[in-house]
C-alpha cells in the first residue's frame, strides 16, 4: 500500500493554482500534504489536515471525492487525476492514531454542545483547544451523529469515532450520552446552570414520508431508522428502495451484505440523486435500478408505481394506466429528513423555517441570544466536510461571543 501511495504522491503536477484546492469545500492544501508526505514529515502533514479540518480523516472516507479534489485534478481531464483522498486518509489516519492533547488552561467559561455528529464534534474541539469547558449531550448512547448511525461500517469503521471520542475526554470535554434536550433537561436548564453559550447541531432524524396509502404496513421501513441498526431487521429476499440518493445507495448495499438477495432502488428521473461514486458501488455490489417511476401505493407483496414524464421544466408527472405492482418483501423510503421538533418546540425565541431548520446568520447566531447551531439542522442534509467548515466558522462567533460578555 505505501508503494503504492508514495507512486501516486509522484505524479502530483504541484500546480502554481491548484485546483484540487479548489475544488475541495476547506480547501486542504492538497500540493502542501502530498510533499511533506515525500519529505518524510508525516506529523507535520497530520496536524496540518487536522487543524484545517479536525475529521479529515472521516472525510478521506466518505467525501463525494470525484465531485472534489480529486475531481479537480488537473491529471484527471486525459487520465486519472491522483487518488488523493487515500493520500491524506493514510497521514490522518497515522496523525490520530498517536494524536495527544494536553489539557488546555481554563479560561473559566462554559459551553454546551447538543449533538456530537460532525458540527457537534468540530465545534467542541475547537473550542475545547481554547480553554472552554464544554459539556456535549448525545441523545443516543454513542457518539457520532449520523458518522455513527447513518454511514454504513463498511465505508466509515466505527473505531474511528472511538479514537474521536478518546481525543475528546483527552481535551477534558464531557460527554452526557442519553441526554435528550427537551425532556428532562431543557434549554433554559442550562443557561440556569451557568453556561455562557449553547451550540445546537442535533441533525436532521425525521424521516419524510410519501403520504401515500400503505405506508403505515408492517412490511415499510425508513432509510435512516434501518441504518441505525440494520441487524435488527428482517427484510426477506426482496427489497424495493424509494428514493436514489447516497443514503439510498448505503440501504442498497447494507441490506446486501445482510442477506437480502434482489435489491431494486426506484428513481424518479434518469439521474440518480447520488454521487456518482455511490452508484457505481452500488452496481458493482448487484443493486438493480429503475428509472422514471412514481410511487403509488405501498401493498404488503410489494409497490405499485407508475411511469413518469420529466416536463421540459424540470416537473414531473405520473403517466395514468401505467401502474403497475413491482413485487418485494420490504420496503424503503429513502426520501432524505427533516428536523425532531422536540428540542425547539420545548423552547422559546428560535425561529425555524417551514421546514423546521433552524434560522441563523452567516455567523450561526440563531435568533435568541447565545445559542448557535450548524450542520444539517440548519442547512439540511449536506456533506460532512461542508459541516466542518460551517462549524469552524461557528466556533469562531462563539468565542467572540463569549469572550464580549466580559466588557
Known sequence: MAFNLISEAKRCLHCKKPMCREGCPIHTNIPDMIQMFLNGKMNDAGKMLFDNNPLSVVCSLVCAHENQCQGH?????????????????????????RLEYEKPEPNGK????????????????????????????????????????????????????????KLLLELDIKIRPNATIGGAIGIEDIFRDGYDALFIGTGVWKPNSLKIKGESLGNVHYAIAYLINPDEYNLGNSLN????????????????????????????????????????????????????????????????????????????????????????????????????????????????????????????????????????????AKTVVEAVKYSKQVADAMDEYMQSLDK
Open 73 to 97: 485534478c488537473v491529471l484527471g481531464r486525459k487520465g486519472n487525476p491522483v487518488h488523493i483522498s487515500s493520500i491524506e486518509n493514510y497521514i490522518s489516519s497515522a496523525y490520530l492514531e
Open 110 to 165: 462554559m459551553v454546551g454542545i447538543v449533538g456530537s455528529g460532525p458540527a457537534g464534534i468540530t465545534i467542541a474541539i475547537e473550542l475545547a483547544k481554547r480553554g472552554y469547558s464544554v459539556t456535549i449531550f448525545e441523545a443516543k448512547d454513542k457518539i457520532g451523529g449520523v458518522l455513527r448511525y447513518g454511514i454504513p461500517e463498511f465505508r466509515l469503521p466505527k473505531i474511528i469515532l472511538e479514537k474521536y471520542k
Open 241 to 380: 428502495i424509494i428514493g436514489a440518493g447516497n443514503a439510498a445507495m448505503d440501504v442498497a448495499r447494507t441490506a446486501i451484505r445482510h442477506g437480502v438477495r434482489y435489491v431494486t432502488v426506484f428513481n424518479r428521473t434518469d439521474e440518480v440523486a447520488a454521487s456518482n461514486q455511490e452508484y457505481e458501488y452500488a452496481k458493482i455490489d448487484g443493486v438493480l435500478f429503475q428509472n422514471r417511476k412514481i410511487p403509488v401505493e405501498i401493498k404488503t407483496d410489494g409497490v405499485i408505481f407508475a411511469d413518469a414524464k420529466v416536463n421540459e421544466d424540470g416537473s414531473i408527472e405520473k403517466i395514468e394506466g401505467t401502474e403497475k405492482l413491482y413485487p418485494s418483501d420490504s420496503v424503503i423510503i429513502s426520501i432524505s429528513q427533516g428536523a425532531q421538533d422536540q428540542i425547539l418546540s420545548r423552547t422559546q425565541g428560535i425561529d425555524t423555517t417551514k421546514k423546521g431548520l433552524l434560522i441563523t446568520n452567516k455567523y450561526g447566531e440563531t435568533t435568541r441570544d447565545g445559542i448557535f447551531a450548524s450542520g444539517d439542522i440548519v442547512r439540511g
